[in-house]
């Protein structure tokens, strides 16, 4: 079965983007994790850890989640680089 994958073989084009902005506000995976928990959502932190290594896709579902969690645009979760697919 043939699967769409990012340029660079991943799953997803928004992983690397998470990991910064989570790096940059200074919080774990696990922190992110238990941030999402809290606001209803069953993730723990090997789920971040497959999205920001590109091991898993990501829904809209996802997207709307992290930027909720990261308080950043959906638009945020995407660098400029990833047009070039």
Do not use: W
Request: glycine share 4%; proline share 1%; with cysteine.
């Amino acid at each position: 079965m043939f699967k769409i994958k990012a340029a660079d073989g991943t799953n997803n084009l928004c992983g690397r983007r998470i990991a910064q902005i989570r790096k940059s506000r200074n919080l774990s995976q696990r922190k992110l994790a238990a941030k999402m928990q809290l606001m209803g959502f069953d993730v723990d932190h090997y789920f971040i850890r497959r999205v920001e290594n590109g091991e898993r896709f990501v829904t809209d579902i996802d997207l709307v989640l992290f930027s909720r969690a990261l308080n950043v645009p959906i638009s945020d979760l995407l660098s400029s680089e990833d047009a070039n697919l």
